[in-house]
């Protein structure tokens, strides 16, 4: 059959052909459609979830992978930071069945706190690392990350980045499942990590990597017969075949698609005839080290362009016009000929990134915003939708470090700023991501701080993923709930609110004050489903009364709020949820509501 997919959709197909028995993740933008497309397949030895984290996601997969069977792990490259410690034991424990760990970068970054580059983190825990280009590609190479997986008893790391993960591609294949036997658990001594066993086995996989090395050497490639040469991978291999269009015959390119552990035959191969080097890579310049080491201990030296000497950008996503001004700029040096033969960047207007129209969490942080008025406060945020609480006219972040860090960074402002009051924004599936851990140390360590968990009832940003607190699993089927309230009256609070953040904000506000009154830790639970969830029943219009102020549109900034080519503000019913904030601070009564089906 052939068909177009996105290169998520690739992976999760040429997983299932490939065999795979467990696939377990947790949704984070770019990686989320693996698992999304996997739980559409079927069969009596294939099982999928959504895990509460991405530690013990890969877990699980290596739990399952000592029993023999194929499993995967997947998540976003800042996933992996809380996945690290049994990655890294797992390097040496080793696996039995194929293991993957499926790690989506995201660099830009467009949807995440900070650009990491997975081919590190192969480097740190002595790992082979795919880094497909393509969609195509990215089916292609799961096979092989599974056989190595089992030939060398190691999980392989899968790296792809968002414009490899997002882009489509027609891809023929025939859908037909490979079925493996699992064999089951075998007791062995060294599934359990002493520290002689483990100084024994980091022995042995150093020695490992020099086959693995000579084993994926096949999937690097050199094209092109120029004297320039091209050392990139990933989905740059492709910015850097458009960017050189027309002017093939100057170039060569070492395609890397195993970015670690690095052959030294085919780079000391490509650069026989180089006069120059340019290393095409995003984010780390990770291959640019492994080649300069390699150069170097072969003693050859020739002129080099990369990161390292300023080219080449440090952050940022690539593309084609990005990489075609970094040869600009490289070629405009006097030691080539070809000169202002490249365009320039072609600018592409941005968007502020800021809550849908209707969205609760407006409502609830407008709420403590308007509870807290003239007070002394830091608002500590964490990762999700919520995240977009720093932006204007909200602006109730102050803080937002990672998963879980808006409890903890909150105990730790309070311990050093005793005479402001600290406030922390969490979601529910972050808060059972990693929130819980920072709540239980609140209360044992009695830190005073008040912890807003805005429970959508759904993982929001990524895609609606099931979590613990919906009680639903992955395919929408009953699993056990686990209650918000239920836990944080287990830790020991005693102080709880649960508020519905569409219903009267005024009310809301009052609550909130009163409860906000005294110093002690307490846990406010903003209840409401996204926006973006269910059927929208009503909608909101403004009537005659308006005096065209603004001021909705400024206090709640809500997009659905829209100016007219004359500057008259409007609803746009399409976009609004009728959610009601806006008409709380309409001081001439004129927002009024619409049903639906009126
Ligand atoms: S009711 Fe007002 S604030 Fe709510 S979604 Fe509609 S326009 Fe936005
Ligand atoms: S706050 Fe009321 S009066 Fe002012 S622009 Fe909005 S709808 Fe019109």
Not at 5 to 22: D, H, K, Q, R, T
Not at 100 to 121: C, K, L, Y
Not at 122 to 137: G, I, M, T
Not at 334 to 342: A, G, H, M, Y
Request: proline residues 4%; hydrophobic residues 40%; charged residues 25%.
């Amino acid at each position: 059959m052939k068909k177009v997919l996105m290169g998520n959709e690739a992976v999760a197909y040429s997983l299932f052909i490939n065999g795979v028995n467990v696939v377990v993740g947790y949704p984070g933008t770019p990686s989320t459609e693996v698992i999304e497309t996997l739980k559409n397949f079927q069969d009596d030895d294939f099982y999928v979830e959504w895990s509460t984290n991405e530690k013990v996601a890969l877990e699980i997969a290596a739990g399952a992978s000592l029993a023999g069977a194929r499993a995967v792990a997947t998540m976003k490259q800042v996933g992996l930071n809380v996945a690290a410690d049994p990655l890294l034991s797992l390097s040496v424990v080793g696996v039995e069945g194929g293991l993957i760990v499926f790690v989506a970068d995201d660099p830009g970054p467009h949807s995440s706190q900070t650009e990491q580059d997975t081919r590190n983190f192969a480097r740190f825990c002595n790992l082979p690392v795919f880094d497909p280009s393509s969609p195509k590609e990215a089916f292609e190479l799961i096979k092989p990350a599974f056989e190595i997986s089992e030939k060398y008893n190691l999980p392989v790391l899968y790296r792809m980045t968002t414009r490899v993960c997002h882009s489509n591609q027609s891809i023929e294949f025939e859908l037909k499942r490979e079925k493996r036997r699992i064999k089951g658990f075998e007791k062995r001594p060294d599934w359990v990590i002493l520290p002689a066993l483990s100084y024994k086995k980091h022995v042995e996989l150093e020695k490992k990597l020099q086959d693995i090395k000579k084993d994926l050497s096949v999937y690097n490639r050199v094209e092109g017969k120029g004297k320039i040469g091209i050392i990139t991978g990933g989905v740059s291999y492709f910015y850097v075949k458009e960017a050189i269009k027309g002017f093939e015959d100057l170039f060569s390119i070492l395609k890397i698609t195993v970015a670690h552990p690095l052959d030294d035959e085919i780079v000391l191969g490509f650069v026989e005839d180089k006069e120059v080097l340019i290393f095409i890579e995003e984010l780390d310049p990770v291959l640019e080290e492994e080649v300069k080491l390699i150069l170097f201990e072969n003693g050859k030296l020739l002129p080099v362009y990369g990161k390292r000497n300023g080219y080449v950008p440090f952050a940022g996503e690539f593309d084609v016009d990005k990489v075609r001004n970094i040869f600009y700029k490289i070629l405009s040096d006097e030691k080539f000929l070809v000169r202002n033969t490249f365009v320039d960047v072609l600018q592409i207007p941005k968007r502020q990134a800021q809550l849908c129209a209707g969205c609760p969490h407006r409502n609830s942080f407008l709420i403590v915003k308007y509870a807290m008025k003239g007070k002394d406060v830091i608002f500590t945020g964490d990762i999700g939708c919520y995240t977009l609480g720093f932006a204007k006219p909200i602006s109730t972040t102050d803080t937002c470090l990672c998963m879980g860090a808006s409890i903890t960074m909150a105990q730790g402002l309070k311990i050093a700023d005793r005479s402001k009051k600290v406030i922390s924004f969490i979601g529910d599936s972050t808060f059972f991501h990693s929130g819980i851990t920072g709540l239980v140390n609140s209360y044992y360590n009695r830190h005073n701080i008040t912890v807003c968990i805005l429970d959508n009832l759904t993982t929001g940003m990524t895609g609606f993923q099931p979590h613990p607190g919906t009680g639903k699993k992955i395919y929408g089927e009953e699993g056990r709930k686990v209650s918000i309230e239920d836990i944080v009256k287990g830790i020991g609070v005693e102080k709880i609110l649960v508020i519905d953040p569409y219903s009267d904000f005024t009310e809301n506000v009052n609550k909130v004050r009163e409860f906000l009154k005294d110093e002690e830790l307490g846990v406010i639970i903003f209840r409401r489903e996204c926006a973006n969830m269910g059927s929208k029943e009503s909608y909101l219009k403004i009537n005659q009364n308006c005096s065209n102020c603004k001021g909705c549109m400024q206090i709640t900034g809500c997009p659905a709020l829209k100016e007219d080519e004359n500057g008259n503000i409007f609803i746009d019913s399409a976009l609004c949820n009728g959610c009601g904030l806006c008409k709380s601070f309409c001081p001439y009564s004129a927002i009024e509501k619409v049903m639906k089906d009126d």
